[in-house]
Each structure stands twice: as structure tokens, then as C-alpha cells.
């Protein structure tokens, strides 16, 4: 069983919707919990970080921290065409030097 | 602020050869920078972590004297595909973390690089 699951889609969203972004996770020692959002052939850009459980929200995105479930999401809403690329979860347990632990990545496309 | 660059974007080598990539962090102090591989449509693997004026860290089943990696400063890490082959072709990827800032890691926008 990998430490960090998430579904790899592809996710295919109509513009304007909300979309619903979630991985699990096994290990109970991860406290930092970020997403980042990948554009093909780019490097991953830091949209959100939550230190223990709770939500947080920046503009369309609110993410959301569940330790007790071991599940964090994210959601978008009113989604974009420019919002199509690959969601990548990563976790640290806040003690390995910084190391993350990357989900697989969701691939979502949104269509005009 | 928190832009990291990396150069070449896309290098294309000959079997055999050495390739060396460069991360740097422009505009703050990276006491640790990571050095990933990414394949098509999988998620990004660590290689090493490398920490300024120490040996890197590598991951279990990275060959350290097949990936050569420096972090001579604050701001600049290196990585050195030596003896470079067909199967070392993928997109790699460096990453910076800030001093004191555990979970802010801030990625350059790759290297695909290429063995023919």
C-alpha cells in the first residue's frame, strides 16, 4: 500500500463547475499537507499549504484537512479552462529534512 | 518571490556522455534543495536531497556515482548525469526549500533531457 493515494483521473470537468480534488494517506505522523498544480512539461507550482487538520481557502481553492480520516481535498470552483493540468498531493511529517510524499496526481481538464 | 530556475531546459546528449543541470534558487537562501525524476504521466520520484556544504542524501536505488550532485551555495545546486545512457532520458525536476520554512518547497520548471 503506497503512503499517499489519489485518484489519477483523468478528471473531465465542464467550465464553471466545482471540482473536488481528495487523497488519503497512511501515515499518521504527516502534518504539512500541500497541493500543487503541474502543467504539462512545467515544474509543479506550490497553490496550498494546511499544517494539521482545518480548511484554508485562497480565492477558487479551499483546501481541507481531515487527520482523523487521514483525507485532505481540494476544491476549485467556478473552474477555468486555464485550471486543466495535473493536482499533485504531498505530505511531510514535518521531521525527515523537508522530504515530501507525492500522491500520483490527478490529471483535470476543464472544457470551455 | 520564490522563483527557482533551472538551466538547460532541454539538452539533447550523445550515449555516453555527461550532462550537468542547474538549479538555482533566485531570489532566497535554499538551505536544502531536492533533485527529482519525473516519467510521463507518473508522479515525480526523489532522487537526493542535498544540503549547502554537504554530501547529498540519495534515495534507495539511485547510483550516487551515476548522479553526481553540488550544493555549493545557498542558491545553487547541481546535478551530473555522468555516463549518460538511453534509459537516463526524463524530465528532472529540482525543487528549494526555504531556511526555517519546512513545507515551502518551490520547484524549477524542469530539464528534459534527452540520450541518444
Known amino acids: 500500500q503506497k503512503e499517499v493515494e489519489q485518484d489519477p483521473g483523468p478528471l473531465s470537468v465542464p467550465e464553471g463547475a466545482i471540482v473536488s480534488l481528495n487523497c488519503t494517506y497512511s501515515n499518521s505522523a504527516f502534518q504539512y499537507f500541500m497541493w500543487y498544480r503541474q502543467y504539462s512539461r512545467k515544474g509543479p507550482e506550490l497553490l496550498m499549504y494546511?499544517?494539521?487538520?482545518g480548511n484554508k481557502e485562497d480565492g477558487r481553492f479551499t483546501a481541507q484537512v481531515d487527520k482523523s480520516s487521514k483525507y485532505i481535498s481540494l476544491f476549485i470552483r467556478d473552474s477555468q479552462p486555464s485550471d486543466s493540468a495535473t493536482y499533485l498531493c504531498a505530505m511531510s511529517a514535518g521531521n525527515q529534512g523537508g522530504k515530501l510524499i507525492f500522491g500520483q496526481g490527478t490529471e483535470l481538464s476543464v472544457k470551455p | 518571490g520564490a522563483v527557482v530556475s533551472q538551466h538547460p531546459s532541454w539538452v539533447i546528449c550523445k550515449s555516453g556522455t555527461s550532462v550537468k543541470i542547474e538549479c538555482r534558487s533566485l531570489?532566497?537562501?535554499?538551505?536544502?534543495m531536492f533533485w527529482y525524476r519525473q516519467f510521463p504521466k507518473q508522479s515525480l520520484m526523489l532522487m537526493a536531497t542535498?544540503?549547502?556544504?554537504?554530501?547529498?542524501?540519495?534515495e534507495q536505488g539511485v547510483e550516487k556515482d551515476k548522479f553526481l550532485i553540488n550544493h555549493a551555495s545557498l542558491t545553487l545546486s547541481t546535478l551530473t548525469v555522468t555516463s549518460a545512457h538511453p534509459e537516463d532520458s526524463s524530465f528532472y525536476i529540482c525543487?528549494?526549500?526555504?531556511?526555517?520554512?519546512?513545507?515551502?518547497?518551490?520547484f524549477g520548471p524542469g530539464t528534459r533531457l534527452t540520450v541518444t
Open positions: 542535498s544540503n549547502e556544504g554537504s554530501k547529498a542524501t540519495y
Open positions: 531570489d532566497f537562501q535554499a538551505t536544502t
Open positions: 494546511t499544517y494539521s487538520s
Open positions: 525543487s528549494a526549500q526555504r531556511a526555517l520554512r519546512e513545507y515551502e518547497q518551490y
